[in-house]
């Protein structure tokens, strides 16, 4: 449905930016002020009487923006105070009202970025480690450098999937590769606990005979020179839990761009397995001391690895989990879908809202498609940019698919028109 074309009676002013700027190069968003009659304007979802807004074209190559004000007139403009902060609330609804959300491809830049410094430091110190555990004999170091090369095969992964998820859309993959990030942290989690499995077999092997001898001194050097690579790594890898540019499973009333604890499942990945390593490097160390001081509890040394192993695999569940739930698009953290429906359902002339779904591409990257069933009086363009605004002011959705529907009596008797959020009734029989 495409809005009609303002008349010429409306006053245009100043063109306005979102930034509140008075001029705007990019003719393709230029943003207008107008003033006029209910009549001159399409309505927006509040049906008219107040601000609304709407696109227009002025000419084949000016597509504008258009913002009205519908309580003024070309001679006494605004009558109820129409400023420029007022305009700029309506210049971010009208942004927000779109299906479809903007990433800001720095996000993908920055993770890979941490991880291929994450990906060298572990490189070098994996061989050195692997070179102290030679020299030292001991099984834990050994452990340490199997994690390190764990890490960074799961670097590698991560990576890879980093650089699989940024290619386009094609034909055969209408969604993209944004599941190769999930796949890549996937794989990682599975890779440690095999290489943990194949650590635990062998320190079990040195409790059960007892045969070997540990240089304590090389234990202390590399152990202690584990930790500091670790928190190394560690610093490089962490994300700050407050981030910019989208991708929360909700945004401010305000609609801005903050968003909590939008992170990349791959870097999250990676620093918890940098987390698991930094504290069995200090596991190590400490077994170290107690071998150099007391010679004879070489056991320490296994048991250390014991310990160690059974945090390493409790650390990953986390991972696993919301990889899990993303491959089995279950509904993302965060979101209420009964909460949804029931805006949904809440908008004037919406009859109910049924195949309501939820679900995520990636871990940051949420989705949602849901079918409106409107009366037979009801205009569907105003119900559709209704329902997403009130949608974007709590969420923020990657991607969006409202489908309005008119009600027909077909639908009383159609089980998927009658689904609702939440665990479906069994149909009884008799």
Request: aromatic share 8%.
């Amino acid at each position: 449905m495409t809005p009609p074309r303002t008349k010429s009676s409306a006053t245009e002013k100043t063109p306005l930016l979102a930034d509140g700027g008075m001029q705007q190069s990019d003719a393709s968003t230029l943003l207008t002020v107008r003033f006029g009659s209910p009549e001159e304007a399409w309505f927006g979802p509040d049906g008219g009487g107040s601000n609304t807004f709407g696109p227009t074209a002025d000419t084949p190559v000016d597509s504008r923006r258009i913002i009205y004000c519908l309580h003024g007139d070309e001679l006494t403009a605004c009558e109820q105070g129409c400023s420029q902060e007022k305009i700029e609330e309506l210049q971010r609804l009208y942004k927000d009202s779109h299906c479809h959300v903007s990433r800001a491809a720095g996000m993908n830049q920055a993770a890979r970025r941490k991880l291929m410094i994450a990906s060298a430091l572990c490189l070098l110190f994996m061989v050195a480690e692997i070179i102290g555990g030679y020299l030292s004999n001991s099984i834990a170091i050994a452990t340490d450098a199997a994690h390190l090369l764990a890490d960074f095969a799961s670097f590698m992964i991560s990576l890879f999937s980093l650089w699989v998820a940024s290619r386009p859309a094609t034909a055969r993959m209408s969604f993209g590769w944004h599941r190769a990030e999930v796949m890549g942290a996937l794989i990682s989690v599975l890779l440690i606990w095999v290489v943990t499995g194949v650590l635990v077999y062998m320190a079990i092997q040195r409790v059960i005979y007892q045969q070997f001898e540990l240089n304590a001194v090389v234990m202390l050097i590399t152990s202690g020179l584990g930790v500091l690579v670790n928190i190394v790594m560690g610093c490089t890898l962490h994300q700050h839990g407050h981030s910019h540019g989208g991708g929360s499973s909700h945004s401010h009333g305000g609609g801005s761009a903050h968003s909590h604890g939008a992170q990349n499942i791959n870097v999250r990945a990676a620093f918890i397995h940098v987390l698991g390593d930094f504290l069995q490097s200090i596991g190590v160390f400490i077994a170290a001391l107690v071998i150099y001081f007391k010679p004879m509890w070489i056991l320490v040394d296994p048991i250390c690895t014991f310990v160690f192993s059974i945090f390493v695999l409790a650390t990953t569940l986390t991972i696993l989990k919301d990889t899990l739930n993303v491959l089995m698009e279950g509904i993302p953290k965060g979101i209420d879908i009964e909460q949804l429906q029931a805006i949904l359902e809440g908008i004037p002339g919406v009859l109910k809202v049924h195949n309501l779904r939820v679900w995520s591409l990636s871990m940051d990257k949420p989705a949602l498609s849901a079918h409106i069933v409107i009366g037979p009086d009801v205009k569907p363009q105003g119900v559709l940019r209704q329902a997403t605004l009130l949608v974007r002011e709590r969420h923020d959705f990657y991607e969006m698919t409202l489908q309005i529907e008119e009600y027909h009596d077909q639908m009383q008797d159609c089980d998927q028109c009658q689904d609702t959020v939440g665990a479906r009734r069994p149909v009884e029989t008799v």
